[in-house]
């Protein structure tokens, strides 16, 4: 409840821009458990609930308005960019069990990926390495390494290649 009091209040008023804003969320999000590197980014607008299940490698950033729901961990490699309105999602429920019980599994996004704008990436999900998850996409499989997916469902649309100067 402190957290969420603290995320409402202290770090969503914190100006956007400025270094000692940047480490301030930074150090708030780590005093509630979260594992971030101090180079990280976390727009102020940046809902995260349970921090204590985060981790964030070097250069990463988080969007605004991208709703990070760590009912378990979340895994976030070195440079990825999740961009605004992303919701990553580690709870939901069985469907197929009369009590709807609770079902919480993790996301890992390696490193040098990009969630764009308003993705959803649902429990479970593990983004391959350089991947690229193109705008309203909704991810519901693991997505393979250095290729780009898009759609609802997401799906395949190529792999990604590097052009030579």
């Known amino acids: 409840m402190i957290w969420g ?5 202290v770090f969503r008023w914190s100006p956007r821009v400025g270094r000692p804003f940047k480490l301030f969320r930074v150090w708030l999000v780590r005093l509630f458990g979260a594992d971030i590197d101090w180079t990280c980014s976390l727009h102020p607008k940046c809902k995260i609930e349970y921090p204590w299940h ?8 988080l969007g605004e ?3 990070v729901y760590a009912m378990a ?3 976030i490699g070195d440079k990825c960019c999740i961009g605004n309105d992303v919701y990553l999602l580690t709870g ?3 469907v197929a069990r009369k009590d709807f019980m609770l079902v919480t599994r993790p996301i890992v996004v390696n490193s040098c990926s990009w969630i764009a704008t308003g993705a959803y990436l649902l ?4 983004i391959g390495e350089g991947c690229v998850v193109s705008a309203k996409a909704l991810v519901c499989k693991d997505v ?5 997916v898009g759609g609802n469902p997401s799906k395949f649309i190529k792999k990604r290649e590097f052009k030579s100067n």
């Open 123 to 126: 429990p479970g999900v593990t």
């Open 144 to 148: 393979a390494p250095w290729t780009v």
């Open 92 to 94: 939901s429920h069985d």
């Open 54 to 61: 985060l981790s964030m490698g070097r250069y990463s950033s």
């Open 65 to 67: 308005r991208t709703w």
């Open 73 to 75: 961990s979340i895994q």
């Open 5 to 9: 009091m603290v995320n409402a209040s």
